[in-house]
């Protein structure tokens, strides 16, 4: 892990490595799809120092430390938390957000939406799905029912086996023709066919 003193500033800002960029991604993601997230989309109390965990255990020899007050990372030039044990005031809170910078929110920002775009690109694919289920049902029920078509054309008495083909190929290019064979008596099937050769 590199570090680098920009010119203009005082302070010291640390460079993140490609490697340590993905590995800080996939723990958001992590913490995103899990219980660390709230309702409101923000993160629960005490996410800092698990991040932090994850971190380490993902990069080895990471030196990475949670901010001072595990909820509100203090930012720097930002007042430090108050010393009592009580939460912080909504005043602190607001100070230091203001003051805070915003790269970890962007993060969590791209984090987000990246996810959502996952979401819709899901939905897109299981309607896709679904569509395709549809038409493999559909020639399901269509092979079923030609099947059921030659068996019943097998069992008509007086009709021979050229003629049994010849009378199946002919119903089978018009679907009125398979329901008006599968509605007829028994009685009427045998002249119905005959017409139709």
Same mark, same amino acid.
């Given at each position: ?8 500033? $005082? ?11 993905? /590995? ?24 800092? $120092? ?16 949670? +901010? +001072?007050?595990?909820?509100? +990372? ?28 915003? $790269? ?35 020639? /399901? ?24 083909? /010849? ?31």
């Amino acid at each position: 892990m590199e570090e680098n003193t920009r010119p203009n500033s $005082k302070q010291t800002k640390r460079q993140w490595t490609p490697h340590e960029d993905a /590995k800080l991604v996939e723990c958001l993601v992590e913490l995103a799809t899990t219980s660390w997230k709230c309702d409101n989309g923000t993160f629960k109390s005490g996410y800092g $120092k698990h991040l932090e965990k994850m971190l380490h255990e993902k990069i080895p020899g990471c030196d990475l430390k949670e +901010p +001072p007050t595990p909820s509100v +990372p203090v930012a720097p030039g930002a007042s430090a938390a108050p010393s009592s044990s009580a939460a912080p005031s909504a005043s602190y809170i607001e100070r230091n957000k203001r003051k805070r910078g915003s $790269k970890s929110e962007e993060v969590i920002d791209i984090v987000v939406e990246s996810m959502r775009d996952m979401k819709g690109a899901y939905q897109e694919h299981t309607a896709v799905l679904v569509d395709m289920v549809s038409c493999f049902k559909h020639e /399901k029920e269509g092979a079923e029912r030609r099947m059921k078509l030659m068996a019943l054309l097998r069992d008509v008495p007086g009709l021979s086996g050229d003629d049994r083909m /010849k009378a199946g190929l002919s119903i089978l290019k018009d679907n009125s023709l398979i329901d008006m064979v599968f509605q007829l008596q028994p009685e009427e099937l045998l002249p119905f066919l005959k017409k139709l050769l």
